[in-house]
């Protein structure tokens, strides 16, 4: 355990970014899913609707940085071209 305030105050504050990131990583792979699957039933409008939704959630967290912009423009772009495949 750390004896320096300042390293204390690291830790605390580590420990709460950790947890943040890991709760928006996890809405992203939520959102991720909720898309798989409308494009896996074959529902246009509900994946449409899904990718919408993810993609802003994908955005909110490349813009905190808790991904990179072109790790999530990648996910963005694999969503968006497995729901324009539907008819």
Known sequence: MAN???AKKRILVAKTRNERNKSAKSAVKTAVKKVEAAVAANDKAAAQA???SATSIIDKAAKKGIYHKNNAARKVSR???AVNTLA
């Open 4 to 6: 320096i305030k300042s």
């Open 50 to 52: 899904a990718l919408l």
């Open 79 to 81: 969503l968006t071209k």
